[in-house]
């Protein structure tokens, strides 16, 4: 015959009640500290909403800016100012040194930097 467990009852954790409370008190100042600061009523759920919202709309406009930024990099690998300090102007033997800051990077790594302009191939013109 096969075990069978005991019967669980789920006991609420003391650390969610206690975030829950924390949380409860911080949104119990906010809105006390704008009806205290503007004199009008507002709505606890309504304003945390809002506030919520708004910090959302924060953080998406925020990491939409970043990840536009991130596309717009051009690697060392594939800059015209790199070049392999040991065969002049040829790329692909390991290292890469960039004629603009004289830094040294390895070419599998994709390192960028804000100046960084793509060299152009014989390919880019033909589509």
């Given at each position: 015959?096969?075990?069978?467990?005991?019967?669980w009852?789920?006991?609420?954790?003391?650390?969610?009640?206690?975030?829950?409370?924390?949380?409860?008190?911080?949104?119990?100042?906010?809105?006390?500290?704008v009806?205290?600061t503007?004199?009008i009523?507002?709505?606890?759920?309504?304003?945390?909403?809002?506030?919520a919202?708004?910090?959302?709309?924060?953080?998406?406009?925020?990491?939409?800016?970043?990840?536009?930024?991130?596309?717009?990099?051009?690697?060392?690998?594939?800059?015209k100012?790199?070049?392999?300090?040991?065969?002049?102007t040829?790329?692909?033997?390991?290292?890469l040194?960039?004629r603009?800051?004289?830094?040294?990077?390895?070419?599998?790594?994709n390192?960028?930097?804000?100046d960084?302009?793509?060299?152009?191939?014989?390919?880019?013109?033909?589509a």
């Open positions: 015959m096969a075990y069978i467990l005991p019967i009852t789920e006991f609420p954790n003391p650390i969610d009640d206690a975030i829950k409370m924390i949380k409860d008190e911080q949104e119990n100042r906010i809105v006390c500290t009806q205290s503007l004199g009523h507002v709505d606890k759920h309504e304003l945390m909403k809002a506030l919202y708004d910090r959302d709309q924060y953080e998406k406009g925020y990491y939409d800016g970043c990840n536009a930024a991130l596309l717009e990099r051009v690697c060392c690998k594939d800059c100012e790199a070049y392999d300090p040991y065969l002049g040829l790329k692909g033997q390991g290292y040194k960039c603009r800051y004289a830094i040294i990077t390895h070419e599998s790594e390192f960028y930097c804000k960084g302009e793509r060299e152009e191939t014989e390919d880019d013109g033909e």
